[in-house]
């Protein structure tokens, strides 16, 4: 990871790809928990370590982000909301105790990249459109519909809160792609190939 693309606090958070944690489902948040500081203070990191990423296309972005990947074993997950994957920033919505209530039959193909795998990249099969039910920080029901990135996005994530990674989701090792720092922008663009 190149730290000059990173803020401090996002290098100090980030758990290594070894780290048990990421291996773990993560715990759910009891709704009476939703408002206490340390919950609060968990989602505040979690959009500083997203946001802080400079918005660089040739780098990769944030477009989401899971407890767990700075080490707290808490169901809280940061999901970019909008159609983006040129490397522009999200607009980040948090989600607490996320679940897929709705999942299409329709799957589709794409890239993905990971905070937790640095530059190991791949190409992984989705469904297209998810619907999930949380919490959000004020602890209000949240129902909301992803489609396309949006939806890949969120099935990533919460895949982390149940100790999943991507690379797991790929059994051809020719989908499985070592990206360079500075290369992020060219991926973007030619994964397919």
């Given amino acids: 990871m190149t730290e000059k693309?990173?803020?401090?606090?996002?290098?100090?958070?980030?758990?290594?790809?070894s780290s048990e944690v990421l291996n773990q489902i993560a715990d759910p948040?009891?709704?009476?928990?939703?408002?206490?500081?340390?919950?609060?203070?968990?989602?505040?990191?979690?959009?500083r370590v997203a946001y802080g990423r400079q918005g660089d296309a040739k780098y990769p972005t944030l477009v989401g982000l899971a407890a767990p990947q700075i080490?707290?074993?808490?169901?809280?997950?940061?999901?970019?909301?909008?159609?983006?994957?040129?490397?522009e920033q999200p607009e980040l919505r948090?989600?607490?105790?996320?679940?897929?209530?709705?999942?299409?039959?329709?799957?589709?193909?794409?890239r993905e990249g990971c905070f937790s795998t640095s530059r190991v990249c791949g190409i992984v099969e989705r469904a297209k459109k998810i619907t999930i039910k949380a919490l959000n920080r004020k602890g209000d029901?949240?129902?909301?519909?992803?489609?396309?990135?949006?939806a890949r996005v969120a099935q990533h994530e919460i895949d982390?809160?149940?100790?999943?990674?991507?690379?797991?989701?790929?059994?051809?090792?020719?989908?499985?792609?070592?990206?360079?720092?500075?290369e992020f922008g060219d991926y973007r663009v030619h994964w397919r190939d």
């Fill in 5 to 17: 693309y990173y803020t401090q606090e996002a290098i100090d958070s980030q758990v290594p790809p």
């Fill in 29 to 47: 948040i009891p709704p009476e928990d939703i408002l206490s500081r340390e919950t609060q203070q968990l989602i505040d990191r979690l959009y």
């Fill in 71 to 87: 080490g707290v074993s808490k169901r809280v997950a940061i999901i970019g909301i909008n159609d983006v994957g040129g490397g």
């Fill in 94 to 110: 948090e989600y607490i105790n996320p679940e897929i209530i709705e999942i299409s039959d329709d799957t589709e193909v794409g």
């Fill in 141 to 150: 029901d949240v129902i909301e519909t992803f489609e396309g990135f949006p």
């Fill in 160 to 182: 982390h809160l149940n100790g999943v990674r991507f690379p797991e989701k790929i059994s051809d090792d020719s989908k499985l792609h070592w990206v360079e720092e500075g």
